[in-house]
C-alpha cells in the first residue's frame, strides 16, 4: 500500500494525540505502541472489509481452520511488512526519534497455545492470507495465555499470562455476530407439525459467544483473513438471574485460561466445555452465513471446508449434524453426506495419551443432545462395518468404547480426510495408530509435512540473512521460495560464504548481548551455538543433551586440555506444570548450569543458557543465531516438528534422530549436510516389540555413560533435592522408556564430528548455505497449496501476478 512518511508521521501523531489527549513526546513505550498499531490497523481496515466483500461477491469457497490453539507471535512488525509498509514506519518514526524496535518490544506476545500446533495454525493463517485463499482461523480468546516461566532457584515456577493488560489493538470485538452456546440441561425429542423430530431442552446454562476478529494480513497482495477468537459472557437477557460475582464464574471460566499441556489433557470438564464452546460458536456462524444468503444446503461442501486441528475441534461433526438435523430439518442421509464432506482432520501425535478420550458421563450431562448424536453416528458406523469386516476392526475402530467417546475415531469417521503431518508420522498413522481405520478408509489418508512461513521466520527474524540472499539471486525468492534453490550456486563462492559467516556472527553477538543482559552469562559470539528449543517432554529428550553436556563437563574437567570447540548450549523449554518428571530435567539442567558456567576450568569451552519463558519472540531472538539444531526425539515420536524447518532456513546444521521432518530434511539437503545419529523408527518398533532392551546393561558395560550417570547422584552437581536421582532411576531403573542411553554412544560421536566441522569455517558455511538453499519446501506456503488442493479444493482469490506465486517445489 501507498503511505509516504510524511503523511504516516501526521497520521501517527494525530493518532497518538486522539488517544491520549497529550503530545507522542510524553508517551510511554506503550502507549506509542498501541497508538502506532491502531494506525496500522486502521490502514488495514480497508482491505481487511474489501477481502471480505469480494468473498460474499464471489461466493468463493472458504476454509474454517477450527483450532483451541493459535500462536501468532507478535504482529506489529509482520503487519506493516505484509502490508509494504515497514520501511515507511521505521522512516517515520525515527525522524520523530522514535526507534521502530523499541516501540514493537512492547507489544504482548499472545501465547494462546502451547507449541508446534498453535504455532503452525498461525502459520497457515498467514500463508492462506498470503496466497490469496479464503481462509478463517476459529479458536478461543483465552484471557489469560500459557503460563510465564520462571526459574526460581532452578525450579520452573508458573506465573499468570495477563496478555490483555494492556489492551490488544490488534482485535475487534463484533458485538453483532454473538451466538448462544448451550450446555447441560435435560433435552428431548418431540414431533412438530410438519413431522420433524425437534429437540426440547430445559434447565440449560446458556452461554453467550462473542467473536473478536483479527485480521491476518496477505504478503503484498491486498488480501485480509480474519481470525474469530470467541470469548464466553453472560447472556444481556439473563443477566438478572446472576446475583452474585461467584455465580457468573461457570460461565467466565469457560474462555479464562489456556490448558497448559500440549500432549496430555486430562479428562477435565472445563476443557470439554472450551472444546464445544468453540466449536458451536463457530459451526453457528457459518450456518448464518449460509441463511443470510441464502445459499441451499446441500451446496455446503462447495463452500465450506471445515479443518479440525487436531481432536479438540473434533466436535464440529455432531454439531454440524445438530444444527442440519435440529434447525435446517435435513434428513439424517442428508446431513451426514454434507458433514462428512465438509470435514477434515489432522492428527498432530501418536502420544496415546494425547488421543482424547471423554468419558460417556461426562458428555451425556454436559452435552446431552451432542451425546445422542454422536450415539447415532456409533451405532449406523458399526452397524456399516460388522458386517463387512467383522467384530475385531469394528470394535476397535467404534467410536464408543468401554465408557469413553474416542475422539480421534468421531473425527477420522467424520472427516473425508485424515492426514499425519511428516511423511514417517502419516505412515505411521496407518500402520499402527490408525491402522485399523486404514483399512476401512484407505482413501482418506494423506500426508501433509507442516511447514514454516519465511516471512516471519526469515525475511523479519533475519534481516542480515535475507539482504545477504537479495544481494545474490535477487529477491524472487521472496514471492517465489522455489527460487532460493538458485542460492546453491553459491556454495564455493569465497565472497559469499564469508558474508554467510558475518551474518551468522553478528547474530550471535546480538544473541550474546541478550544473554548477557537477561541472564547475566557472558558467552563467547565465537563459540558454537548449540540450540534445542521446544516444549519439555521426555520423548522429545532434553536430558539426552544433558547427559551429553555432562559428559562434556566431566571430560574436560579430567583433562583440562581436552580439544572441545567452545560452545554455548541454550535451551528454551516450558514443561506442563502437572509433569513433574520434565521439571526435574529443567531443575538438573540449570543446576549445571550453575557448576560449567561458574568453573575457571572450563572457562569458554562449555556454557549453558536456559532461557525463562520460551516463546515465539524468544524463538525469533535465537534462531537466526544457532549453529546446531537439536532435533534429538525417540525415532517415531515426534510427528514432524517444526523448529527443524526454522532453524535450517536460518542455516543451522540439524543434529537430528531420523524422526518426524528431519527425514524429509536429510532428503532435500543431503545426508553429508547434517548429522544423523541414533535409532531408527524401525529399530524402535523391534525394540519394543521383542522386549529385549535392558537399560541398565548398557550403563553396566559403558564406562563413560556410567561416569555420567553416576554424576547425577553423586553431589557433582550442586543443590540439587532428588531430581538427579529421579533421572537416574528412569533411566537405569525403570528401563529408560525413550532409549536415552542407547542412543547415548551415538549421539556423542555425532557431537564429536560436530565439533570437528567447526574447525574448518569454510565448510561449515558451504553447508550452512546448501541448508538454507534447501529449505523452501518447508515453507508453509507450499504446505497449504497442497491442503488447497488435495484436502479443501479451494484457490486463490487474488491475480497470478499479485503476491506470492507459487510456480514448483
Ligand atoms: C505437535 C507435534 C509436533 C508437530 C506439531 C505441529 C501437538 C499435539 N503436536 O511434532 O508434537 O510439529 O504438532 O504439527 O502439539
Known amino acids: 500500500m501507498e503511505v509516504t512518511v510524511k503523511q504516516f508521521v501526521k497520521e501517527f501523531k494525530q493518532q497518538f494525540q486522539s488517544m491520549y489527549a497529550y503530545s507522542y513526546e510524553e508517551g510511554s513505550n506503550e502507549q ?98 498470503s496466497l490469496g485463499m479464503a ?66 431442552y430445559e434447565n440449560t446454562l446458556n452461554v453467550l459467544a462473542v467473536p473478536y476478529d483479527t485480521p491476518m ?7 485480509v483473513n480474519n481470525l474469530r477468537l470467541w470469548s464466553a459472557e453472560i447472556p444481556v437477557e439473563e443477566e438478572a438471574n446472576y446475583h452474585t460475582i461467584e455465580e457468573t464464574e461457570p460461565i467466565k471460566e469457560i474462555t479464562q485460561v489456556l490448558y497448559p499441556d500440549d500432549s496430555n489433557y486430562e479428562g477435565r470438564l472445563l476443557r470439554l466445555k472450551q472444546e464445544y464452546f468453540m466449536v458451536s460458536a463457530g459451526v453457528q456462524s457459518i450456518i448464518r452465513h449460509f441463511r443470510k444468503y ?32 435440529d434447525e435446517e430439518h435435513l434428513s439424517w442421509e442428508q446431513a451426514w453426506e454434507i458433514t462428512f464432506k465438509t470435514c477434515s482432520y489432522t492428527n498432530h501425535t501418536i502420544l496415546r495419551e494425547a488421543l482424547e478420550k471423554w468419558p460417556i458421563d461426562m458428555m451425556k450431562e454436559l452435552l446431552p443432545r451432542i451425546y445422542m448424536i454422536i450415539e447415532e453416528i456409533n451405532n449406523r458406523f458399526v452397524e456399516n462395518t460388522l458386517p463387512l469386516y467383522g467384530e475385531r476392526i469394528t470394535w476397535q475402530t467404534a467410536i464408543l468404547q468401554n465408557g469413553v467417546v474416542n475422539m480421534a475415531h468421531l473425527a477420522v469417521i467424520g472427516s473425508h480426510s485424515v492426514n499425519g503431518v511428516a511423511k514417517l508420522h502419516t505412515d505411521i498413522l496407518m500402520n499402527d495408530v490408525l491402522k485399523d481405520f486404514f483399512e476401512l478408509y484407505p482413501e482418506r489418508f ?41 542460492f546453491k550456486g553459491f556454495e564455493k563462492d569465497k565472497d559469499t560464504l564469508n558474508k554467510l559467516t558475518d551474518v551468522k556472527l553478528k547474530n550471535k553477538k546480538r544473541l550474546a548481548d541478550y544473554i548477557k543482559e537477561v541472564k547475566g552469562i557472558t558467552v563467547d559470539p565465537n563459540a558454537l551455538f548449540d540450540v534445542q528449543i521446544k516444549r519439555l ?111 535450517m532456513a536460518n542455516g543451522a546444521l540439524t543434529l537430528a534422530t531420523l524422526d518426524g521432518a528431519n527425514i524429509e530434511i536429510k532428503d532435500f539437503v543431503g545426508e553429508e549436510n547434517l548429522f544423523v545419529f541414533g535409532l ?72 564429536n564430528k560436530v565439533d570437528d566441522l567447526y574447525k574448518d569455517q569454510n565448510e561449515w558455511a558451504r553447508k550452512s548455505l546448501l541448508n538454507i538453499a534447501s529449505s523452501a519446501p518447508f515453507s508453509a506456503d507450499y504446505t497449504i497449496q497442497r491442503y488447497a488442493d488435495d484436502i479443501w479444493k479451494v484457490r486463490s482469490c487474488v491475480e497470478e501476478d499479485e503476491g506470492v506465486h507459487l510456480v514448483d517445489e
Not at 161 to 187: A, P
Request: charged share 25%.
Open 217 to 223: 494480513v496477505g504478503y503484498r497482495n491486498d488480501t
Open 537 to 647: 517432554h521426555a520423548y522429545k529428550r532434553q536430558h539426552l543433551n544433558l547427559l551429553h553436556i555432562l559428559h562434556r563437563y566431566l571430560e574436560i574437567k579430567a583433562d583440562p586440555s581436552a580439544d572441545y570447540v567452545p560452545r554455548v548450549f541454550i535451551f528454551g523449554a516450558k514443561a506442563a506444570p502437572s509433569y513433574h518428571y520434565a521439571k526435574q530435567i529443567i531443575k538438573v539442567i540449570n543446576s549445571l548450569a550453575d557448576l560449567v558456567n561458574n568453573d575457571p576450568d572450563v572457562g569458554d569451552k562449555l556454557k549453558i543458557v536456559f532461557f525463562e519463558n520460551y516463546g515465539v519472540s524468544l524463538a525469533e531472538k535465537i534462531i537466526p543465531a544457532a549453529d546446531i539444531s537439536e532435533q534429538i526425539s525417540l525415532a517415531s515420536m515426534e510427528a514432524s516438528g517444526t523448529s527443524n524447518m526454522k532453524l
Open 680 to 751: 531408527s523408527s524401525k529399530e524402535v518398533y523391534e525394540l519394543k516389540a521383542n522386549q529385549s532392551y535392558q537399560a541398565r546393561e548398557l550403563y553396566e558395560s559403558n564406562p563413560k555413560l556410567k561416569n555420567v550417570l553416576d554424576a547425577l547422584t553423586s553431589g557433582t552437581i550442586p543443590n540439587l533435592q532428588d531430581e538427579g536421582y529421579a533421572l537416574f532411576d528412569s533411566l537405569v531403573n525403570f528401563n529408560d522408556e525413550y532409549f536415552v542411553l542407547k542412543d547415548f554412544a551415538s549421539y556423542v560421536e555425532a557431537q
Open 446 to 486: 494423506n500426508n501433509k509435512t507442516n511447514g514454516i512461513t519465511q516471512r516471519r521466520w526469515v525475511h523479519l527474524a533475519n534481516p542480515e540473512l535475507t539482504k545477504l540472499i537479495d544481494e545474490k539471486i535477487g529477491e524472487n525468492w521472496k514471492l517465489t521460495p522455489s527460487e532460493l534453490k538458485v
Open 135 to 200: 481462509g478463517n482461523g476459529n479458536g478461543i480468546r483465552y484471557q489469560y495465555g500459557l503460563f510465564r516461566q520462571k526459574f526460581v532457584d532452578g525450579y520452573q515456577v508458573e506465573l499468570p499470562e495477563n496478555w490483555l493488560r494492556y489492551r490488544n489493538v490488534w482485535e475487534t470485538r463484533n458485538d453483532k455476530s454473538t451466538c448462544m452456546v448451550r450446555f447441560g440441561g435435560n433435552v428431548w425429542l418431540e414431533e412438530n407439525h410438519q413431522g420433524h423430530l425437534v429437540p426440547h
Open 32 to 129: 506509542l505502541y498501541n497508538a502506532l498499531g491502531l494506525l496500522v490497523k486502521n490502514y488495514i481496515s480497508s482491505y481487511w472489509k474489501e477481502t471480505r466483500e469480494k468473498y460474499i461477491k464471489n461466493s468463493v469457497k472458504q476454509v474454517y481452520y477450527f483450532s483451541m490453539e493459535f500462536l501468532p507471535g507478535r504482529q506489529l512488525r509482520s503487519n506493516a511488512y505484509n502490508l509494504g509498509l515497514l520501511d515507511v514506519v521505521k522512516e517515520g518514526l525515527s525522524e520523530l526519534e522514535l526507534s521502530f524496535d523499541q516501540l514493537a518490544e512492547a507489544e504482548a506476545d499472545p501465547a494462546l497455545g502451547n507449541g508446534g500446533l498453535g504455532r503452525l495454525a498461525s502459520c497457515f493463517m498467514d500463508s492462506l492470507a
Open 294 to 325: 441464502n445459499v441451499p444446503r446441500k451446496n455446503i461442501p462447495d463452500k465450506v471446508a471445515i479443518h479440525i486441528n487436531d481432536t479438540h475441534p473434533a466436535l464440529v461433526v455432531p454439531e454440524l449434524m445438530r444444527i442440519l438435523i
